[in-house]
């Protein structure tokens, strides 16, 4: 028996048929008279009724196969009508779109011509096959909901980057991301479209419209009286923005949505049909009846109970069956149609998949009746059937047709050689299977039916002083109480609905990760492990094209039905051995990172690169872990650097399977340029044992060689005879204790990798829609509270309100019931157990990689990184919904992740400036908050000190800003007049700031404080080498600020329309805000540790005074003075500029007098005022504007006489390189109102006992300021330092003995030893008076 499918050339098996010649009349199992009746109730004749049965020839298998072809000949279209051309369409069957000709601009096609990208700004492209007469109609699958415009065209349209379908005369298009339909203009047509919806397009050419349909619903005609006539013929046609995705169904498999009259493009293959319907009709009858052969008769049975038992009969019936329908199988319109179909009929009854075993008896009837090609061809073409129904059905309250699809798809993988055949060459490689794990979001919520789910809507309406909602209102009314439960029971009936599809998803991954079914080769789960590190290397690559990324919506999901499948095969397999490790303390092992059996492609080492940590710590591998790096690759590797600096020079590459250097093969919906040549010694490792081991000795050295990830066997993973597998090369740090089953290690590994390529940054972008029901629900209670203010008179006014409030109330109506999907699809208490499980394995794996000393360089980046954001995530993004204090060992873990970044953000190890980096800004954001700074608090005494002496290093050579950031912190709330929560100032200016979110509260931390003061006060050196490095970035920060506010008052002050870049107003805005920090920096110091600058004992002290009391001068002069260009520009209220004002600034430098003024002993007073009084730069009327008392009455106050008389345009804000003028009279008008700055008018920020040391400490500067005029006698030029021409000469240099004042040698031989004058190296400094006159 030959195939018949597709004329291919292949013969098919053979199955030798009885005949009279070698058999007789009674078969020993069924007689001639049974089988013919058999034969006959299995394939029925459509033409021969009931009553002639007793009449019809008896029916053997010697003559079936000419039976069955005559049966399914019966209603086939003749030969020449079925080749007819259909009248009304011109163009080549199949229709495909037209890659070569048809297009313009870049786009990436599918290999089956049906899929495209676009890949540039604006790519149009048609299809092969045009329409110029009937009703034709084809559907779009949209994969991504971004700009589209999709239609018709004719073949004259000209289409270019700006100009696409509807854009031009003969061309019609409906967008529906702007909601608009387009012919050369535009008017508003439709809905909105979102990813998984699909658009039917339909043309009637007859009566010359054109209708579009969403989802099977008619949006109405969109078109009347197009152009038709002769020379006038329709393309399907498509203009797409960059990276925007769809497919296209011309008829190639059947329409989604169908409407009648009109017919698709694409022939349906009618003849394949009715004799594929026929034959699976012939199977059903197979199925449901038995043969009794000892009553000779047939018995009707539950088709749902058959099972391939091997009779003869039945399966030489099923072999001529499958003769004709294997080779139907292979076409993708039949298996949609005719197969799929049959299959979920099967699983219409419910309950479990493991209660229908006839889908799995039907799949042991392919493997074994059909070819392998074309069981092969079916399975991949029913699988990606499956996956496009599952992706774009609707969403539908229950998720039904979710569920149906996802039941089938678990009941096919549930057959252990379908399933290994889809995992080696289907599941990963030409499907995007994670689509399967994924649970789209409606974002219409009255078509999924959200409505009648949650009939009652709830969003918060009480808000505490922070802006944020309260989970328990104590003052929340009876009826919002009412209304909260009843959405929170709607939001339960929903989360239920979607656990039954979570709950099937993982039934599938539990299947995929089975390491049992070995009887037909290799476990799936080393097939699925292989094919799960490509697809991670896929995505981790920074080279690979757009279109091969996995979508983070898809990554989320995933990752959390893997890790609840990972944990129950984990704790599996605990069960069999209670003492290894459960999957609650589940990490992975160091010697994952060093021993090259886990591919990490080209992610970032925390020492460096992988090469690099090869070359300098091979002694340490080969003492430690008994690994010795094999010369050869280290060579290969260094060869590999020089390539890859003479290539690109760019970024680093991934490598791919093969360490012969050959390009990693991608998946066709991954289609994309070679990966390049493979870095050969980054790939896969296997180890070669030199020796056995033998655990009672000394455990000798093994050899690395790599291996492409393909080729790894059991083996090499899970080990054998001695082989540790993935755990070779236990460091002795590494306790001795059993671990699950090795493969799940490095699915736990790639788990916490995919946190970390999309995850977090999709967990973050979903909490927009939370943050808009706030912004809402803080606007609709802002309306109704004017509406209860709004007089009587004012109807107009109140109807707006009205209007205003309706509106805002329909959308938190949508809204909150698309936040109920989101909080149980992603942000639900079990996705946050998942997240806090990840964060805890992360915080193991550091630890235990820690612990292995100079090794700790090979951890990769991400480890850290997945810690930092899935605390950052559990703590911004799941709250308020749930609380992270309800976690199990929550303060635990706090502390734990406390110790990691209290230790590492300084880590020598580490070299990465982006982690160094990261970790600066995850401990700075820390120590923001009291539970986190609590945490840090409980770590030991020795790292906390360690924690404040990496903090308290010099800032020079460093990234100082962020550690400038946690010291602020640490103090913010004992400083002076510094215990806001939001700038003073702004609330003075702009009172309708108080409803905002505010900084968060201070917590300060007197522990750590303390810590910091002991170390300044002990480690004397340290401690004068932190202050100079403050007070120079002091210096430098202010004078940058100085600077920048100069060019921006003379922008103001020209006449022509000016602008300034916003950017220069950020980093204006960063130098204040800089120079603040270090001013509360040096107020801490001061504070506490106040004989760093007052006991001249100290080699320093007096020189850092001096210095000190140099910048206070400089910024009080600056900021004080009047008219000046400080209060100019503060008085522009430019947007960037908010933070910058008297206020920050002032009580900063207020705080370091009064320490020193007013807090000290009285030695330690007198030096201060001494070398304040001395300092040139001194003006008492600065210290005087503290109060408001350095004001000049008579004048106009100085606000004012700043403003320009007559009217200009000034500096404004920039948004998009256009800003808007503020004209001087605007600013005139607000500044005449502005008072003289003055402490006394922050009494909520400033205490009583504060103003009162202010007003001490001007009184005794007024008072030694006097006695200082009186009794300084006039001193002659000469005897004035010959540097600062301030203070006398009161230093002699040696040897060459010229002179200065002590303030100025001793700044200067901080950075220089040579002699200002002479350069001379000076080798000493000696006092000198001037000899008395005789």
Known sequence: MSSKGGGTALTRRSYRLASDTDKPKATGIVNEKLLSDYLYHVFPSTKQGPALASLRKPLGFQDLGAHLERLLSEGEPAEDIRDQAVEGRLGPQPVVLDHTSGFEGLLFVDDDLLGVIGHSNFSSIRATTCVYKGKWAYEVLISSQGLMQIGWCTLNCRFNQEEGVGDTPDSYAYDGNRVRKWNVTTTNYGKSWAAGDIVSCLIDLDEGTITFCLNGQSLGTAFTNIKMGPGVAYFPAISLSFKESVAFNFGSRPLRYPVDGYVPLQNPPTADLMKAQKLLGYMKNVLSTAIDTQDERLVEKDSAAWRLHGEPTVLITLAHIFNHFAPLMCKVYLVEDVLMNFLLGILEGGGSVDEHPLIQQLLDLFWLLMEDYEVNECLKQLMMSLLRAYRFSPIIPDLGFQIHYLRLTTAILHHEKSRKYLLNNVLFDVLRSVVFFYIKTPLRVKEAGLEELIPTTWWPTHFDKEGKDEREPKDESADERLRRRAYERGCQRLKKRIEVVEELQVQILKLLLNNKDKTTGEASRYIFLNKFRKFLQENASNRGHPTALCPPEYMVCFLHRLITAVRASWDD????????????????????????????????????????????????????????????EIQSASMDDLDEDEESGAAQRPFGAAAMGGALARPSWLSSPTL????????????????????????????????????????????????????????????EQPMADKSLLEIVDGIVMMYNLSVHQQLGKMVVVADDVHEYAVALKDTEEKIARCPARRADILDELQKSQKVFAEKLNHLSRRLAWINATIYSKEKMLDVYWLLCVCIRTIEHADSTGSLFAFAPEFYLNVAMNAYSALKNYFSPANSMEELPGYEETLTQLAAILAKHFADPRIVGTDIKDSLMQALASYVCYPQSLRAVERIPEEQRVAMMRNLLAPYEQRPWAQTNWILVRLWRGCGFGYRYTRL????????????????????????????MAELLSVDKDMAASFLNSVLNQLNWAFSEFIGMIQEIQQAAERPERNFVDTRQLKVCATCFDLSVSLLRVLEMTVTLVPEIFLD?????????????????????????AE???????????????????????????????????????????????????????????????????GADSSGPPAAVAAIPAAPRPVVGSLVSAVAPVIPAAAANTGASERKHFSLHAYTDYISEEEKQKVELMLAFLTEESKEAAASTAPTSEEDLCPICYAHSISAIFKPCSHKSCKACINQHLMNNKDCFFCKATITGVEDYSKPAAC
């Open 573 to 632: 397999s605990s069960r069999k051995s209670p003492s290894s490790v459960s999957s609650e303390e589940a990490y992975v092992p160091p010697q994952l990172f060093y021993n090259g059996k886990v591919d990490y492609f080209d992610l970032q080492r925390l020492g460096g690169l992988l090469s690099h940590l090869k070359k300098t710590l091979k002694d340490d591998l080969a003492s430690k872990a008994n690994i010795i790096i094999d010369p050869a």
């Open 676 to 735: 390049g040549r493979a870095n050969r010694f980054l790939s896969t490792a296997a180890v070669s044992l030199m020796t056995p081991r033998r655990p009672p000795t000394q455990p000798e050295k093994v050899k690395v060689r790599t291996l492409a990830v393909e080729h790894r066997t059991e083996d090499d993973i899970e080990g054998s005879h001695g082989n540790d597998g993935l755990l070779l090369g236990r460091p002795p740090e590494e306790p």
């Open 984 to 1011: 003073p100032h702004l609330l003075k200016t702009k009172p309708e700031d108080a409803n905002l979110p505010s900084l968060q509260k201070p917590c300060p931390s007197l522990l750590l404080q303390r810590h």
């Open 1096 to 1120: 001249w004992t100290r080699p320093s002290a007096e020189l850092l005074l001096r210095r000190l009391a140099q910048l206070l001068n400089q910024v009080l002069n600056r900021v004080t």
């Open 1123 to 1189: 008219k000046n260009l400080f209060d100019r520009v503060v008085n522009l209220r430019l947007p960037g500029l908010e933070s910058v004002d008297h206020y920050p600034i002032l009580v900063a430098v207020t705080g370091i007098l009064v320490r020193i003024l007013v807090d000290g002993d009285r030695q330690g007073i007198s030096r201060a005022s001494s070398v304040l009084l001395s300092d040139p730069c001194f003006q008492l009327h600065s210290i005087q504007h503290l109060l408001g008392e």
